[in-house]
Structure formats: structure tokens, C-alpha cells
């Protein structure tokens, strides 16, 4: 029938009754979340005659005069009271629709605050963790560490263990295979060193390949023991090109005539003794081959013929005994460079792109550089780089023709490529006479011409004995 001037109270006839209601809406901010209804009622300026009502009664099928008894039951009031009772449920619709409001607000507050002290707790859980771990490994850091034993020095009263350790070959991983390959070595170290440690004990990176274990009430015979599962555990782990190995070093505390710290440099001193041992019985240069042959890079009979032959050979054209171990380290050696290539880059049958073949030609360049780490090989680093020259000058890395190239290096080319025809690799074995056949038909194109008809002289008389 008609509306405030706001907007929010309306009055209207019900169609079906006849009688008149109204609604006062209830909202929380902008959201509509119920409506008061009032009614209904029978309004003085707008009521209906009896047959106006009589007609409402047909059209509900009901009783007519059971339906007027009923409407006359009904009070009339006038239109001005009417909207004064309107008036004062309003006034309580808007005050429950602001205090509705203001508990949303402070819901919304709470809400807030509670999310920011959740965060600023982990923050705080964060940043404890950042200032006691070790970022690349998650250990324990040297400040914590140090803490810690200092805390263990004042307060403990039983056996106390210290650990000093030092993980293998991280500046030769990190100058060869990249600091990647540096930081998988570092967090294999340390999952081996937290996998057999118990739970009251305190692992520690102190920087670079620098471990501590600290071992509050432990005997010096489980501190022992503990290195030997560690060291065992590191030696079955082969996913890196270099073997994973930690010299280790452990003291039992003497309380009475040492500080920790002295007890510590015992350990540290005890650990460079097994590194040094470590060093003399590691042969790094071996693991290689043994990963090379794994993936089939090399053929491991292949490779130990080619040393042998390589080394008789040269003995064979006067070499003395130093030069000839020579050219049978670099026999051994030439295809380290192999090692850091991808492992699925020589897959058999795979033809290779321009760019893959340009990344193959650089492994002796990456084979030069590895020798040169290495003190049984950095003398034959040059006879490595330059093992795949030609005669003609159309070989690689540097296209050396004739005696520019070393005469090592002229050796073991023809040495090489005789074992993989006449042996097999990537395609069937051939004869000697075959072999013969095909390496003269390169002759003063790959091959120097002299070396290969000595070699070939030298092999024919081997085979007539």
C-alpha cells in the first residue's frame, strides 16, 4: 500500500486475507538477514465492506459467515497508530542491526588478531629455528652448538661423548661437478650422521665440511660405534659421481683435568688421523671408471686391455719406466671428462644433435681439468687433452696436426680405437686383419702413420707368439 521514506518498513494488504501486514528488515551492514512481520490487522481508513470480505471468502472456499465472525474479531486500528507501532519496532530493528554490526566488526577483529598472533608465533617458531639450524642442512648451527656445550660443560654430571667430523672430497666436488653437486654431498653427510644418532644428542654443521656431534650420557664405546654405522652407511650411497664418505673422530670427556674444548681437540685431532688414512686408501679416480662402466660409458675389459696393451707397447718402443706408467695412466684415465655428462647421454642407438656433440667433444677439457686435481694423474693431463687430436689437424680441442701432438697422445688414440674394434662396444668385434684394414685407410688422417704401422708390427708379432 505504501512505504517509508527510507525504504526498509512496508505496509501492504495480505491477497489472501484481506488483512493488512507489514515487515521491518533487519540488516547487518549491507546484508539483509530477516524481516520483522507485523499483522495482521484491519486499518480504520482502508478496511474493506463486508462484501468486499464476503468476496475474499468465496475465493478462499470458506464459510462466509464463520470468516466475517472472524474478521470482526479482529481490532481496527487507525493508520497513524499503526505506523507509531511500526515506528518503535523499527528503532529496536536498527539497534539490533548495529549491534549486529558491531559484533561482526569485533569478529572480524578477534579474527584478525588471532591470525596475527598465530603468524607472529610462527614467525617467532621461524626465526628460533633460523638462529639454531643450519639453513642447507637443517643441523644444528656452531652458535647453537657451542651453546649447548657450554650448558652440557656446567650442568652435566654423567659421561659425555664429543664428535668431531669432516666430510670427503667437497672442494673437488664443488670445483668439478659445481656447488650443487657440493651441497648433495653435504646433506647426505648429514642425513647419515642424524639417521643412527639418538635423539638427546646434538648434530652439528659448524660450517663448510665441518661436523660436530655432541653426546651427553654416552660411553665412548657407543661414540665408537656410532662412527662405524655412519662411515658404513655413507659407503652404500652411490647416487653422486664421487663415493659419499666422513672421517670421524671421538673422545670421552675427562672432567677432571680437561675443559670440553679440550675433549673436543682430542676428537678433532683423532679425525684428521682417519681422514689422512681415508685419503690413502680412497682411490677417486677409480670410482669414476666403476661409474662410467655402471652406465656403460666404458667397457671395463675394454679399458683394462687397453692399459695393458698401451703400456707393453710403449715399453716395447723404448720408453723408460717412468714415461711408459705414464701413458698407461693416461690409457686409464682418458674418458674421466665422461663423468659429467648426463647419465642418459650415450644411450645406445641415440643419435647425437650438433649441441650434444659439441658437449661431448668438451669432455676432454673437463677430462684435462679433472687430472690436474689429482696427484697421480696431473702429469698426463696434457697427453688426456690433446687424445683425441688428428694427424690432419681435424681433431679436437685444439686441432693439433702431426708431431705437434703428443706422442703419448698419438699412442693411446691408436691403442684405443684398435680394442674397440677388435674387442667390441657399440657394434660387433672384428678381426685383427679387419681392424688393420680400416685404421691404415686413416692412416696420416687420424693416425700418425709411423705410430700406427709400429703398432700394428708390435701387435702381429704379439699374436705369432
Request: include cysteine; charge should be neutral.
Amino acid at each position: 500500500m505504501s512505504a517509508n521514506a527510507d525504504g526498509d518498513t512496508r505496509i501492504c494488504r495480505c491477497r489472501s486475507a484481506g488483512l493488512i501486514d507489514a515487515g521491518i528488515k533487519l540488516t547487518v551492514g549491507d546484508t539483509h538477514i530477516a524481516t520483522i512481520l507485523v499483522g495482521q490487522i484491519r486499518l480504520k481508513e482502508n478496511d474493506l465492506s463486508e462484501e468486499e470480505y464476503r468476496r475474499i471468502a468465496k475465493s478462499l472456499n470458506i464459510d462466509e459467515e464463520a470468516y466475517l465472525e472472524g474478521i470482526n474479531k479482529i481490532p481496527v486500528v487507525s493508520r497513524q497508530k499503526f505506523e507509531n507501532i511500526l515506528s518503535s519496532l523499527k528503532i529496536i530493528a536498527n539497534q539490533l542491526s548495529r549491534l549486529g554490526y558491531l559484533n561482526l566488526l569485533q569478529k572480524d577483529t578477534i579474527k584478525s588478531f588471532e591470525t596475527k598472533e598465530s603468524d607472529w608465533k610462527k614467525d617467532k617458531q621461524q626465526f628460533k629455528m633460523m638462529a639454531e639450524r643450519d639453513a642447507l642442512t637443517g643441523l644444528y648451527n656452531r652458535s647453537k652448538f657451542e651453546e649447548v656445550m657450554k650448558k652440557i660443560e656446567e650442568e652435566s654430571t654423567g659421561r659425555v661423548c664429543i664428535i668431531s667430523g669432516d666430510a670427503n672430497n667437497l672442494k673437488l666436488m664443488n670445483d668439478v661437478f659445481g656447488h650443487e653437486a657440493g651441497d648433495s654431498l653435504l646433506k647426505y653427510v648429514s642425513r647419515k650422521l642424524t639417521e643412527v644418532s639418538k635423539p638427546s644428542w646434538y648434530v652439528a654443521r659448524c660450517g663448510g665440511d665441518e661436523y660436530r656431534v655432541l653426546m651427553p650420557d654416552t660411553s665412548l664405546e657407543a661414540a665408537l660405534d656410532y662412527c662405524k654405522r655412519v662411515e658404513r652407511n655413507c659407503k652404500v650411497v652411490k647416487a653422486l659421481n664421487l663415493p659419499i664418505s666422513v672421517a670421524l673422530g671421538a673422545a670421552e670427556w675427562d672432567r677432571e683435568n680437561e675443559s670440553l674444548q679440550e675433549c673436543f681437540n682430542r676428537a678433532d685431532k683423532e679425525m684428521y688421523e682417519n681422514k689422512k688414512h681415508i685419503k690413502e686408501k680412497e682411490n677417486l679416480l677409480d670410482y669414476i671408471i666403476d661409474k662410467l662402466c655402471e652406465r656403460q660409458y666404458l667397457s671395463r675389459e675394454i679399458v683394462e686391455a687397453a692399459v695393458q696393451t698401451a703400456y707393453d707397447f710403449s715399453i716395447h718402443l723404448g720408453f723408460d719406466s717412468e714415461g711408459a706408467r705414464k701413458v698407461r695412466s693416461a690409457m686409464k684415465y682418458q674418458d674421466i671428462g665422461y663423468i659429467q655428462l648426463p647419465e642418459s647421454f650415450m644411450l645406445l642407438g641415440q643419435e647425437i644433435g650438433e649441441e650434444e656433440l659439441k658437449e661431448f667433444k668438451d669432455h676432454v677439457n673437463k677430462g684435462y681439468k679433472m687430472a690436474l686435481q689429482f696427484e697421480n694423474t696431473y702429469k698426463v693431463a696434457e697427453i688426456i687433452l690433446y687424445s683425441h687430436e688428428r694427424w690432419n689437424g681435424g681433431g679436437y680441442p685444439k686441432g693439433l696436426k702431426g708431431v705437434q701432438i703428443p706422442m703419448e697422445s698419438r699412442l693411446i688414440r691408436i691403442v684405443k680405437k684398435y680394442m674397440l674394434l677388435t674387442m667390441g662396444k657399440n657394434a660387433p668385434p672384428v678381426s685383427h686383419s679387419e681392424a688393420v684394414k680400416y685404421m691404415k685407410k686413416y692412416s696420416g688422417e687420424k693416425y700418425d702413420p709411423d705410430m700406427l704401422n709400429w703398432f700394428i708390427d708390435y701387435m702381429e708379432k704379439r699374436k705369432a707368439v
